[in-house]
C-alpha cells in the first residue's frame, strides 16, 4: 500500500483549499496520529499542530477533531466511488 505523502497530490484536488501543511497535518491526523506525533513529523510546535486541527474543524464545520477526521475520510471516499461508477 502506497503512503499517504504519495497520494496527497490526488487528495489535493479533492481538496483544494487547503494548504499543504493543512493537508498533510490532516491526512496524518486521519491515519491516527496524535497532536504528540504531528509536532515530531511536521516538525512544528504541538501548540501549532492545535492551531491547524482548530482551524481545520472551522474550515470543515466540525465541532471535534473526531468529527473532523470522520468527514475528511468521508469526504475522500465518496470521491472514490464517484469514480469507481463513472468507470
Do not use: D, W, Y
Not at 497520494?7 to 494548504?19: G, Q, S
Not at 511536521?42 to 481545520?56: P, Q, V
Request: with cysteine; proline share 5%; net charge positive.
Amino acid at each position: 500500500m502506497a503512503h499517504p505523502k504519495s497520494n496527497e497530490a490526488n487528495i489535493k484536488e479533492i481538496f483544494p483549499n487547503l494548504t499543504p501543511k493543512q493537508l498533510s497535518i490532516l491526512i496524518e491526523f486521519s491515519l491516527g496520529r496524535t497532536p504528540s506525533q504531528l509536532k515530531e513529523l511536521e516538525n512544528c510546535s504541538r501548540t501549532s499542530i492545535e492551531k491547524h486541527l482548530s482551524n481545520l474543524r472551522h474550515n470543515f464545520g466540525c465541532s471535534s477533531t473526531g468529527e473532523l477526521r470522520t468527514v475528511f475520510l468521508n469526504n475522500i471516499l465518496m470521491e472514490i466511488l464517484i469514480n469507481l461508477k463513472n468507470k
